[in-house]
RNA sequence: GGGCGAUUAGCUCAGCUGGCCAGAGCGCCCGGUUCACAUCCGGGAGGUCGCAGGUUCAAGUCCUGCAUCGCCCACCA
């Protein structure tokens, strides 16, 4: 019974072909596709690094530095376009022999994975200092070991052709030793000091920040104008004030002197007066400073050099007291006086009412300014002066300057190398120690007997002045940058003079955001080279823009615009999300993510699967097409598609090179959609009916040289039809599309072939105006219609593929003529083009008036045409100066344009 | 206050070193169940390439200025 019913019956009665084993599945699921190949990629082991063991010298390294996912959270597009980016040029150098190596790692993101951990302990009602050092510890690498892991997966998903257990990562005890080998040498050369500075304080995170770490937003706050009481020579108050415009009221308790421009007329004559702090009623010193704006605020400034950058320099110069108000969770301290122990706000509300109460406040004036915020934590953060470590950048800035000046290491695109070097050209003093226990510890220790530092990599026993083992290590923690600026060469092995370190340093391409530039790219630089006997750790920085929501903006969790990669995958499939990301922006600028472009891409997915279901079903089990050898003898088709594919190819290899990998996918995209399948498959259908299978040889080598180019875009279909196709092939030689060789115009044949190209093009423009008189005089689509098309000078392939006109234009019986004599002139539609004329007798439905009218149009527009080209031509200007090429291609456009028109004319005055 | 980017069809964007009668996808209009694909096929409409000057035989592409939007850097209280 069964048998009975499945039973099929050929309705052709013709040839009834079984199913080959290479069959695709008949609809495109991504999510399948992902897992088979997934599964396949992992069994080849082609995800590890020199799987083969094999170092050859032969092969070029090419190591690829991948940006960091973030520890805290989720993965972001703007990861899953890293991945992208650095996956499909890893695939492409595989392909290309080269010996590729990813440097991933993880960005430890050290204050917000603290934060986090904190807030947990926060819920349980205990702080870091209750649990301990240790225990904190090791919950952090609880959160960050989940994290990892998760991270992998999601990689995974993304199709990343790097092992990830593999990675480096700069908190493990390799990097370790880097970091502290590094801050020893910088030490010892005098590169990194101790000091107190005035630095950014994070009072949520209670940790120092380097400048880079604040970011400033426009905060709407007030400007108060306060009367600071003027003395007189003796100390006595006077009825004299000098107001100070400030919006930091909390911070008066710690003026210690208030400055003007020694410049300013206005208060000239108060320069070495004294006058009183309006808090505190405690004296201080008018002085004078070419830092003080004679514009902004009143013109005086309160000095208060604990607090404010500005104001700690002019303390500085002028020997002042530092009087630090504030306590690390910014409430204010016992040097506050009677605001002790309060929130720095609710001190400021304080301030004014006190000052409003002794009649000390002139005015209030609302006034928006830039106010620091935490990067990591959102607090505000405080000016604070404090005891930190700091490394000295100028002289680490200056071989990182000159290595992007004299181009021996190079931005993509180039106008951020001027961004780099503005930035290093001013580049300050590097605050590197925080404030929070998960990090690198700072490598010194400090003795109890004699107060002597001692700087070491391994663990020192005791003092390296007196010798005493009362040491202690310093407290505090080092930016993640610091380590993370080893990257290059710490996660090959460096301090060790590894085999890793010399093969793979230095590294070729730099992939990142633009927004890290300072933050990672800029270290990298400077540190590697300081460690590395000054050689640059890349080549090239290849920078990519910030991927943003469909409403344009940046994606941020507090906006709640993002996106997560992963459903998006669910949803359309990794090669959709990953072929959009690339092809999306040109380098550098910003995209922005749509569910139309991720719906066209996954459309493209589903448009390779169904061409390439149609290529393997023609094809019997266990077939193998050979590469087609015979080009010149071949059909016109052929011959076009083979240099088609062949033109493609150059043009990718060039595009990647200089790494436009958005065009070279688009390229490959059009190729695939526009050429082979809109038209060679379809010219190749007439032969293939008839039993003629002599176009499968370039149907399966345009299909797998497609698909190779393609790989590195969308590995996961293209690898799946691969993996079928393959069975067809003569010579696969690799047993994966991963791993096979990708085409080049060395291994791409044949070679171009100009004439193929023009020919087919006339032949493309001959169905077009067949189709479009049909459309336009509404023929049934489905009925064929006699036609004429009168080949002008044409070479005859016009009528040597007759078939393929006559099944693509559904225009049957077709009549290849080469004079107008030739073909019906009354009661027909006809459409002039550059080398020939379409004429289809459709009696009834020409409308005479009407054909006149579309004839004048067409006519009209020639003439102009004509008329621009030929006064380009009557220029002698431009037949001296412009190439010979150009002024020959204009010669025939003006030949085509002029034949053109003529043939209009005639048609025009056929008409009744 | 410096610096950078964007401004091209209704929308989102390509257009590299100047040669383009300006491209794609989506959307829109007309028409299609042809045995790879309706996640598709055929046809079509739609653009003073932000504005004003300039260089050039030739400018969306180079230069200058301006406008709008966005980003980065900067201690102006």
């Known amino acids: 019974m069964p048998e009975v019913m499945t ?106 994975v603290n934060a986090i951990v904190e807030r947990q302990l926060a819920d349980e009602g205990r702080t870091r200092h209750d649990v301990g050092r240790e225990a904190f510890l090791a919950r952090v690498w609880d959160f960050v070991n989940r994290s990892r892991s998760r991270i992998a997966e999601q990689h995974r998903r993304l199709g990343a052709s790097a092992d990830w257990t593999r990675e480096a990562f700069t908190m493990d005890p390799g990097p370790q030793r880097a970091v502290r080998q590094t801050f020893k040498r910088l030490y010892d050369d005098g590169l990194i000091y101790r000091g107190e500075r005035l630095i950014n304080w994070d009072p949520e995170g209670q940790t120092a920040l380097s400048d880079l770490e604040v970011d400033y937003r426009e905060v709407a706050g007030h400007f108060w104008y306060v009367r600071y009481p003027l003395l007189d020579a003796e100390g006595g108050q006077t009825q004299e004030f000098v107001t100070i415009a400030t919006t930091r009221p909390e911070t008066i308790p710690a003026d210690t002197a208030v400055a003007v421009n020694p410049a300013d007329e206005r208060y000239r004559s108060l320069i070495g007066r004294r006058v009183l702090v309006p808090t505190s009623d405690r004296p201080v010193a008018v002085i004078a400073d070419a830092a003080v704006s004679m514009k902004a605020g009143s013109g005086a400034l309160k000095v208060t050099p604990a607090h404010d950058p500005l104001d700690f320099e002019i303390g500085e110069r002028h020997g002042l007291e530092i009087l630090n108000i504030m306590n690390p969770d910014a409430t204010l301290n016992e040097r506050a006086g009677a605001y002790a ?109 004699c107060a002597g530092l001692t700087v070491a990599v391994q663990d020192p026993t005791a003092c390296d002045h007196c010798g005493d083992a009362h ?67 890349f080549e090239t920085v290849y920078l990519h823009g910030l991927v943003r929501a469909q409403d344009g903006h940046k994606m941020s969790k507090s906006l709640g615009n993002v996106i997560d990669p992963l459903k998006v995958i669910d949803r359309y499939g ?60 071949r059909p016109l088709e052929d011959r076009w598609i083979l240099s088609r594919l062949a033109r493609l190819t150059r043009t990718v290899q060039q595009l990647l090179d200089d790494f436009q990998l958005g065009e070279a996918g688009r390229q490959i995209h059009d190729f695939l959609w526009s050429e082979f399948f809109d038209w060679y498959v379809e010219a190749s259908k ?182 621009r080209v030929e006064a380009k031509l009557g220029n002698d200007q431009f037949r001296r100066k412009a190439p010979a090429d150009v002024v020959a291609r204009e010669e025939r456009r003006r030949d085509e344009i002029a034949g053109r028109l003529a043939g209009l004319r005639e048609r025009m005055a056929d008409l009744p």
Request: with cysteine; hydrophobic share 40%.
């Open 7 to 112: 039973a099929r019956t050929d309705p052709e009665g013709g040839r009834s072909r079984r199913q080959p084993p290479s069959a695709l599945p008949k609809t495109y699921d991504p999510a399948q596709v992902e897992e088979r190949v997934y599964a396949l990629w992992e069994r080849g082991g082609y995800f590890r690094p020199r799987a083969d063991g094999a170092k050859e010298k032969s092969r070029r390294p090419f190591t690829i530095i991948m940006p960091p996912p973030n520890l805290t959270g989720e993965l972001h597009l703007g990861h899953a376009l890293v991945v992208a980016l650095e996956d499909a040029l890893t695939r492409w150098h595989r392909m290309l022999g080269d010996d590729t190596l990813w440097l991933p790692g993880v960005d430890h993101a050290a204050i917000a």
């Open 574 to 633: 990794t090669d959709a999300l990953r072929f959009t990301l690339v092809t999306g922006p040109a380098p550098g600028n910003d995209m922005r993510l749509t569910d139309e472009r991720l719906e066209g891409s996954r459309n493209f997915a589903n448009k390779l699967w169904n061409g390439a279901r149609f290529v393997l079903g023609e094809l019997e089990a266990g077939e193998r097409a050979a590469a087609p050898v015979d080009v010149r003898a």
């Open 686 to 867: 007439p032969r293939l009916r008839r039993g003629d299978r002599s176009p499968l040889p370039v149907l399966v080598y345009v299909l797998d040289r497609s698909l190779r180019l393609l790989h590195p875009f969308m590995p996961f279909v293209t690898e799946e039809i691969w993996q079928r196709l393959r069975r067809h092939l003569q010579n696969p030689r690799a047993r994966a599309l991963i791993a096979a060789s990708y085409p080049s115009k060395r291994n791409v044949q044949p070679a171009l072939d100009d004439e193929a190209e023009r020919a087919f093009a006339v032949l493309q423009n001959t169905v077009r105006a067949i189709r479009q008189v049909r459309a336009e005089k509404k023929v049934e689509p489905g009925r064929w219609v006699p036609a004429y098309v009168i080949d002008r000078g044409g070479d005859g392939s016009l009528a040597e593929r007759s078939t393929v006109i006559e099944v693509l234009a559904r225009a049957r019986p077709l009549h290849i003529v080469s004079a107008r004599e030739e073909a019906p002139s009354e009661g027909v539609v006809a459409q002039v083009l550059a080398g020939a004329e379409v004429v289809l007798p459709l009696g009834g439905l020409v409308d005479a008036e009407q054909e006149r009218a579309r004839l004048q149009k067409e006519v009209n527009d020639a003439q102009g045409y004509l008329q």
């Open 471 to 537: 040491i202690r290590q310093d407290e505090d923690t080092l930016d993640t940058w610091f380590s993370s600026g080893l990257w290059p060469h710490s996660t090959l092995g460096w301090p060790d003079d590894s085999d890793d370190l010399r093969r793979y340093y230095p590294t070729q391409v730099m992939e990142t955001a633009y927004d890290i530039i300072f933050f990672w790219v800029a270290r990298m630089i400077m540190l590697s080279m300081y460690n590395m006997r000054g050689v640059p750790p």
């Open 341 to 449: 122990g309060l929130d720095r706000f609710e001190a400021r509300d304080r301030v004014v009412a006190d000052l409003e109460a002794k009649g000390l406040i002139e005015k209030v004036e609302p006034y928006t300014h830039a106010v620091g915020h935490s990067q990591r934590s959102g607090a505000i953060v405080e000016p604070m002066i404090s005891l930190q470590w700091f490394v000295s950048a100028k002289p680490l800035a200056q071989p990182a300057i000159a290595a992007v000046r004299d181009g021996r290491i190079r931005f993509v695109p180039d106008r951020f190398a001027r961004t780099y070097l503005q930035w290093m050209d001013n580049i300050r003093d590097w605050c590197i120690s925080r404030q929070i226990w998960w990090g690198h510890r700072i490598p010194v220790w400090y003795c109890d007997a």
